[in-house]
């Protein structure tokens, strides 16, 4: 008797259970815990909780990984906005990146990771429009900076630099709406300038120098129609 007791409790509780989930409110909008699978399957692919038709709190979802579900997206919702906080995973449940959305685009400061690492790769930050706004970092494993860049809706604008991982300045490139405009400088790993000129609308303009240990070697003259192209010096 107590064994058949234990039987109806049993399939009572998972009945219940049952009528819990993926449930409709009086308007047909989902409201209360949702969970769907991959087509066909019971793998897995999403759960989260819905207030009267309106995502709330935090949803997860999931990969099929040969025949399993494996975290890969989580979302935090905002009951007073409609700014969603999203973190994506690797099969390993690393990080790989996280930031806000608004509309399914990214907004605000996204922050990047190095596999399996946990250390940060890369950080920047978007307008409301979806575009890069403002500084660019990218980071060695180690920490140190490797490239820092400036946008300005989207594209480059500013200064651009890069690093050795050494921390030393390699190259610095000027932009102005994407395209390679002002003084541009190249170095070698003792931070010697090897290459210096200038660039115009993405061209390269005027005399440009080139030198080998510091020392001028070679100059050329990129100036439109110029009758004087080539300059060399001795070392």
């Known amino acids: 008797m107590k064994t058949i007791f234990i039987l109806i409790f049993c399939f009572f509780s998972v009945f219940v259970s049952a009528q819990e989930i993926n449930q409709f409110d009086n308007q047909g909008a989902r409201h209360g815990k949702w969970t769907k699978n991959y087509e066909g399957s019971d793998i897995l692919r999403y ?3 819905f207030n ?3 995502e709330l709190g935090t949803f997860k979802f999931y990969k099929n990984v040969d025949g399993k579900a494996v975290l890969s997206v989580t979302r935090e919702f905002n009951p007073n906005n409609d700014v969603v906080q999203v973190t994506f995973y690797d099969g390993n449940k690393n990080i790989v ?4 959305m608004k509309n399914k685009i990214q907004i605000g400061k996204w922050v990047y990771f190095h596999n399996n690492g946990g250390e940060v790769m890369m950080e920047e930050v978007y307008n409301d ?3 890069i706004e403002g500084e660019k970092k990218t980071y060695y494993k ?5 490239e820092q860049a400036l946008f300005k809706g989207g594209v480059l604008n500013g200064v651009s630099q890069w690093f050795s991982d050494k921390g030393i300045l390699i190259r610095l490139f000027n932009y102005t709406n994407g395209a390679l405009d002002g003084p541009s400088k190249s170095y070698d790993s003792k931070g010697n300038v090897t290459m210096e000129g200038v660039y115009r609308n ?3 303009h005027g005399i440009w120098k080139y030198y080998e240990n510091g020392k001028l070697v070679k100059e ?5 129609r110029s009758q004087n192209p080539y ?3 001795q070392k």
């Open 52 to 54: 009267y038709g309106k």
């Open 220 to 224: 050329k003259d990129f100036t439109k």
């Open 142 to 146: 180690t920490g140190g900076i490797a």
């Open 97 to 100: 990146s996280k930031g806000a």
């Open 202 to 204: 993405d061209l390269k």
């Open 231 to 233: 300059k060399s010096k």
């Open 47 to 49: 759960e989260g909780e």
């Open 129 to 131: 429009d979806g575009e």
